[in-house]
């Protein structure tokens, strides 16, 4: 059964800082594509970033590049994301999730990100 | 980066009726990399339709999708309670890969 589970989210103060990781598992980690897609209270699902199976790629969406990296350790099974300068429209629910050619197959239950004085 | 548009942001429907939901791009999706996912609430989205019309693995024949370029819909042909739910359209065949905004299923 594959899992993808989150940890690190919380409350923040605006420019500050916040590391997510992904933990999975029954996958072949290091095959596959990986995301992070977040989803602000009561709104639709934005595509943050994603990451080569290798690391050797990395696609950012446009109001976050420069402030978060998105990052990886195959040997760790382990995906993560890098927020800094954090504004309050970056409050979402943050998913890691596992792509197949672009789609997302598999996501996990999500990271509640807060960012707010 | 191309923008999804979803219509009607809600429906309302009774069981047993059939539901169709519409996915417009502001440009031509390539390849029909469109996907469709359902959403419940408190729950994360699960993958119904990959390649505009490929049901994933699990999900009943009562859901299909359909289209190519900028218009594409995904249709319930007879709605199951278990259904109402929220439904999002996504691209990805061009980065930024991007969804549209939802359409809310509601019971009627």
């Known amino acids: 059964e594959v899992q993808l589970v989150e940890s690190g989210g919380g409350l923040v103060q605006p420019g500050g800082s916040l590391r997510l990781s992904c933990a999975a598992s029954?996958?072949?980690?290091?095959?596959?594509?990986m995301s992070w897609v977040r989803q602000a209270p009561g709104k639709g699902l934005e595509w943050v970033a994603n990451?080569?199976?290798?690391?050797?790629?990395?696609n950012y969406v446009d109001s976050v590049k420069g402030r978060f990296t998105i990052s990886r350790d195959n040997a760790r099974n382990s995906l993560y994301l890098q927020m800094n300068s954090l504004r309050a429209e970056d409050t979402a629910a943050y998913y890691c999730?596992?792509?197949?050619?672009?789609?997302?197959?598999?996501w996990g239950q999500g990271a509640l990100v807060t960012v707010s004085s | 980066e191309i923008v999804l548009t979803q219509s009607p942001g809600t429906l309302s429907l009774s069981p047993g009726e059939r539901a169709t939901l519409s996915c417009r791009a502001s440009?031509?999706?390539?390849?029909?990399?469109l996907a469709w996912y359902q959403q419940k609430p408190g729950q994360a989205p699960r993958l119904l339709i990959y390649?505009?019309?490929s049901r994933a693995t699990g999900i009943p024949d009562r859901f299909s999708g359909s289209g190519s370029g900028t218009d594409f819909t995904l249709t319930i042909s007879r709605l199951e309670p278990e259904d109402f739910a929220v439904y999002h359209c996504?691209?990805?065949?061009?980065?930024?890969?991007?969804f549209g905004q939802g359409t809310k299923l509601e019971i009627k």
């Open positions: 999730a596992r792509g197949s050619g672009g789609y997302i197959l598999y």
């Open positions: 029954g996958i072949i980690f290091s095959n596959y594509w």
């Open positions: 990451i080569k199976p290798d690391g050797s790629e990395k």
């Open positions: 440009q031509s999706v390539s390849s029909t990399y």
């Open positions: 390649g505009a019309s």
């Open positions: 996504q691209q990805y065949g061009s980065s930024p890969y991007t």
